[in-house]
C-alpha cells in the first residue's frame, strides 16, 4: 500500500481478514483501517465506508478509543470525496484532540487531511497552515514518505495560488523522496503537479505536453485513473495554449467526459477545456455554454456551505473562467450579454438563500471568550505592558469560532440570475439607473443601463482608479484624527477634494450624461466597494445603493421596506464622545425611543432582533485578515460581525455611525467579506457604514439628519444623501459613508 500498489495490496488485506476474528479486535481493526484506505486510493468509496464504518462499531464495543477516532477521521475524508465538506470539517475535528495526543504522526495526519478539506473549500492559506504544521510533525517524527506526501499538497496549494516557481520546487523536493524510497506511483503524482507549474507558466509547454500523456499513461496503470484523467487535462491545456487544437482535440479522448462524481476542481478543469476546444473549433455557442455551466456547476457547490466564510473563498475555484467569460461578453459589446454573464459569475454568494445555524452553545461560549481576551488585550497595549499571549489567545479562539461555523450546512439552492429586462423595469419606476464596474485585462468598464438605454464604456487602466482610491482613504482617516493641527488639516483636506474629483472624473464624467435623474444602483468592483461614492461630484446628494449583484438587490427589496411605523433599536459606545447625544437626538426623531448610556452586545443583539431599524453609534473596527471579526465597540466589549450575521432576524434598515465597517476584504470572484456584506447576507435589507474612519462631530450631525429624512418618508439612501449635504453646511470634513444593499 505504501509503495503505491493498491491491487497487490488489496488482495492481501483480503486475505488477512478472511483469516482474523473479533478475539483479537486490534487485529481486524487495523487491517479494515488499511483496506479501507485502499478502496479510498481507488475510488470505491461505499466500500471504504463500509470497512470504516465497521471498524468504528468494533472499536468502540471493545473500548479501542484511538482506532475507533482514526476511523472516524477517516469517515470524515470520505465526506469531503463525496463533497460534504462542512461534514467532512465536523467529523474530523471532532476526533483531532484524540488522534493528536497519541503522537506526532497522527497529529500530521488530521493536519494533512484537513487540509484537503480546506483545499476543496477554497481556504488555500488556511490550508497550507495546515501542511506547514504537517511537514514539521512528520519531519520531527523521521517519516520521509508522510514528508514527501505533504510537501506534495503544498504544491498543490502553491499551483491553485499561481505561485508555479513554488509549485515546482515543491513538488520536485517530494518526488525525489519518493523516488529513493521506491514510491514509483507517488512520483507520478509529484510530475503530475511540476508540469501543471511549468504549464501555467507557459514555459516549454510542447514538451510539458508530450511528458503529460507519458505520466497519464504510468497513472492510468497504477489504478490511479483520476489522477491521470487531470493529467491528460494538463496536456491538453499545454497543447491548446500552442494553439495546436487537431492535437489537443485528439489527446482529450474520454478525459473531458464530465462524471456525476468529479470533484469540483476537476469537474471546472474539464469544462475549461471543453469551452477552449469550442470556441477552436468555431462553436462560440457551445464554448459560452461551457462557462455558463461551470459557474452554474460552482455555485450550486457553493450552495452546499452554510458559512459565508466559505462561501465567499470557494468562489476561488471558478476565478478563471469568470475571467475568461467576462473577458467573452465585453469582446461582443451586447450590454445583454455582459450584463447576464455578470450577474451569473459575480458575488456569487450573494445570490445564496441566507442560513440561520443551529444554536452551538460550545461558539457562543468561545465567543464570550473572545470578548473578554480583547478587553484584556486592550487594556494591557494601552498600559504598555507585554501582551504577546493574549494576541496568541486571541487569534486562537478566533480560530476554533472560525472553525466551527465552517461546520454549517447550506441551503442547497440558488437564486437564478436576473435579466436585464427585468432590473431595467424595476430601475423605470424610480427614473433609475444601474452602473457597474467591470474589472478585465486590467481594464476598468462601465455597464451602464437605465430604464430606455444600455451601454458599455472603457474608463481605462484599473490601477490608477485604485491608487487613487487608496490615497483617498488615508486622507479621510488622517482627517478623523482628533486634535490634527489646522495646518495639515487644511493640506490634507485639499488633497481628498483633489482625489475626490480626479476619481469622480474616471469613473463617473465618462457616465454623467448617460445618468437618468432618479437614484442610482452601483455595483462596483469588488477593489472599489469601499470608495465614498456619496463624497464624489457627480454623485453629490443623489440617492446610491452600493450592492454585490442586481439580482441580489431585486430580492432584497421587500425586507428592506420600512413599516409606517418602524421599530426603533438605539445603541451607544464607550468613549464616543457625542455618542450619548447623537442617541437621544435620533431617539427624539422617533418620539418614542432611548438609548442606555452604555450599551452591551447582548442588548444591541435583543435590539437587532427586535428592531425594524438599529442605529449604532460607536467605534468601529474592521479586520482585513479575518474580516467576519470586523466589530462594533461596546460596554462589554466587541460585537463581532460573524455573530451578528448570524441572528434569526435582523432589522430592514441599520445605520453603523462608526468607523470602517463598510470596508472589506475582496476575494477571487468578485467576492467581498466584512460586516456590512456579513449583514446583508444575513438578511438586513439595507445598511449604512463608513467606509473609512468617521469623526464624531461629523457622524453626530449624519446620524440625526438621516432618520429625520427616514421619519419623513425618504429612502434609506435618499435620507443619507440629504444627511450628509445638511452635515456639510455645518462641517467641513467629509462623511465618508455609504448605503450597501436595497437602500431604495
Not at 507557459?202 to 497519464?216: I, K, L, M, N, S
Not at 493574549?390 to 436576473?418: F, H, K, N
Not at 444600455?454 to 491608487?467: C, Q
Request: proline content about 5%.
Amino acid at each position: 500500500m505504501r509503495a503505491g500498489q493498491p491491487a497487490d495490496a488489496l488482495a492481501a488485506f483480503d486475505v488477512a481478514l478472511r483469516l482474523l476474528d473479533e478475539t483479537e479486535p486490534q487485529d481486524v481493526c487495523r487491517p479494515l483501517l488499511n483496506r479501507g484506505v485502499v478502496h479510498m486510493q481507488r475510488g470505491a468509496l461505499r466500500a471504504a465506508r463500509a470497512d470504516f464504518a465497521r471498524c468504528v462499531d468494533i472499536a468502540g464495543r471493545h473500548g479501542l478509543d484511538v482506532i475507533r477516532a482514526k476511523a472516524s477521521h477517516n469517515l470524515g475524508y470520505l465526506s469531503l470525496l463525496s463533497g460534504a465538506l462542512p461534514q467532512a470539517l465536523r467529523e474530523m475535528d471532532a476526533v483531532s484532540s484524540a488522534l493528536s495526543s497519541q503522537s506526532e504522526i497522527y497529529a500530521a495526519i488530521y493536519h494533512v487531511d484537513r487540509a484537503q478539506v480546506l483545499l476543496a473549500a477554497g481556504l488555500w492559506r488556511e490550508a497550507d497552515d495546515d501542511l506547514a504544521q504537517a511537514v514539521d510533525l512528520f519531519s520531527s517524527a523521521r517519516a520521509p514518505q508522510d514528508r514527501a506526501e505533504a510537501e506534495l499538497a503544498r504544491a498543490q496549494v502553491a499551483l491553485l495560488e499561481e505561485r508555479f516557481a513554488e509549485a515546482r520546487r515543491l513538488a520536485g523536493r517530494a518526488r525525489r523522496r519518493f523516488a529513493n524510497r521506491g514510491a514509483d506511483a507517488w512520483a507520478l503524482l509529484a510530475d503530475q503537479v511540476a508540469l501543471a507549474a511549468t504549464v501555467g507558466e507557459g514555459r516549454g509547454v510542447r514538451a510539458a505536453a508530450a511528458e503529460a500523456a507519458r505520466v497519464a499513461a504510468a497513472l492510468a496503470d497504477a489504478g490511479l485513473g483520476d489522477d491521470a484523467r487531470r493529467a491528460v487535462l494538463t496536456g491538453v491545456a499545454a497543447l491548446l495554449s500552442t494553439g495546436d487544437f487537431a492535437a489537443a482535440s485528439e489527446a482529450a479522448g474520454d478525459a473531458i467526459r464530465l462524471r456525476r462524481s468529479d470533484p469540483i476542481a476537476t469537474r471546472l478543469q474539464a469544462r475549461s477545456v471543453r469551452a477552449t476546444l469550442a470556441e477552436a473549433g468555431g462553436r462560440p455557442r457551445e464554448a459560452e455554454a461551457e462557462l455558463r455551466a461551470a459557474l452554474g456547476d460552482l455555485h450550486r457547490y457553493q450552495a452546499s456551505f452554510g458559512s459565508l466564510d466559505l462561501q465567499t473563498a470557494v468562489s476561488g475555484h471558478g476565478r478563471r473562467l469568470a475571467e475568461l467569460g467576462l473577458a467573452r461578453a465585453l469582446a461582443s459589446g451586447r450590454p445583454a450579454t455582459i450584463f447576464g454573464w455578470a450577474e451569473r459569475a459575480r458575488a456569487l454568494s450573494t445570490r445564496l438563500p441566507p442560513v440561520v445555524p443551529p444554536a452551538d452553545p460550545e461558539a457562543a461560549q468561545l465567543l464570550e471568550e473572545l470578548r473578554h481576551a480583547r478587553v484584556e488585550l486592550r487594556m494591557q497595549v494601552l498600559a504598555g505592558q507585554p501582551a504577546r499571549s493574549l494576541y496568541a489567545r486571541c487569534a486562537r479562539l478566533e480560530r476554533l469560532i472560525r472553525q466551527r461555523s465552517w461546520y454549517v450546512s447550506g441551503p442547497g439552492q440558488t437564486i437564478a440570475p436576473a435579466p436585464l429586462g427585468q432590473l431595467q423595469d424595476r430601475l423605470a419606476v424610480a427614473d433609475a439607473t444601474y452602473v457597474a464596474h467591470l474589472l478585465s485585462g486590467g481594464r476598468l468598464y462601465a455597464l451602464v443601463a437605465g430604464p430606455r438605454r444600455r451601454t458599455v464604456l472603457d474608463l481605462g487602466l484599473a490601477d490608477r482608479a485604485i491608487e487613487l482610491h487608496r490615497r483617498l482613504r488615508a486622507d479621510l482617516d488622517a482627517l478623523a484624527t482628533i486634535n490634527l493641527p489646522e495646518v495639515v488639516r487644511a493640506t490634507v483636506r485639499a488633497a481628498s477634494r483633489t482625489s475626490l474629483r480626479a476619481l469622480d472624473e474616471l469613473l463617473w464624467q465618462p457616465v454623467r450624461r448617460y445618468l437618468a435623474d432618479g437614484p442610482l444602483l452601483l455595483a462596483p468592483a469588488a477593489g472599489l466597494v469601499a470608495v465614498p461614492w456619496t463624497l464624489l461630484p457627480t454623485l453629490r446628494g443623489r440617492p446610491v445603493a452600493v450592492v454585490g449583484s442586481a439580482t441580489a438587490w431585486l430580492a432584497a427589496r421587500d425586507r428592506a421596506a420600512l413599516p409606517e411605523r418602524p421599530v426603533v433599536g438605539l445603541a451607544v459606545g464607550p468613549r464616543v464622545a457625542r455618542g450619548a447625544e447623537e442617541a437621544r437626538l435620533v431617539g427624539a426623531v422617533w418620539s418614542d425611543s432611548s438609548a442606555p448610556p452604555g450599551s452591551t452586545t447582548s442588548e444591541v443583539r435583543d435590539a437587532a432582533r427586535a428592531s425594524d431599524v438599529l442605529h449604532v453609534a460607536s467605534h468601529g473596527v474592521h479586520e482585513p485578515d479575518n474580516p467576519l471579526f470586523s466589530h462594533l465597540e461596546l460596554a462589554d466589549g466587541p460585537l463581532f460581525g460573524h455573530e451578528l450575521h448570524q441572528l434569526p432576524r435582523l432589522p430592514a434598515h441599520i445605520v453603523l455611525s462608526a468607523c470602517e465597517l463598510g470596508l472589506a476584504r475582496a476575494r477571487p470572484g468578485e467576492e467581498t467579506l466584512g460586516m456590512t456584506a456579513a449583514l446583508l447576507h444575513g438578511g438586513a435589507g439595507s445598511v449604512v457604514a463608513g467606509v473609512a474612519r468617521i469623526a464624531d462631530s461629523v457622524a453626530y450631525q449624519v446620524g440625526p439628519a438621516h432618520h429625520a429624512a427616514l421619519r419623513d418618508g425618504s429612502s434609506p439612501a435618499a435620507a443619507l444623501a440629504t444627511a450628509i449635504e445638511t452635515a456639510a453646511k455645518s462641517e467641513e470634513d467629509p462623511a465618508p459613508l455609504v448605503c450597501f444593499g436595497a437602500g431604495w
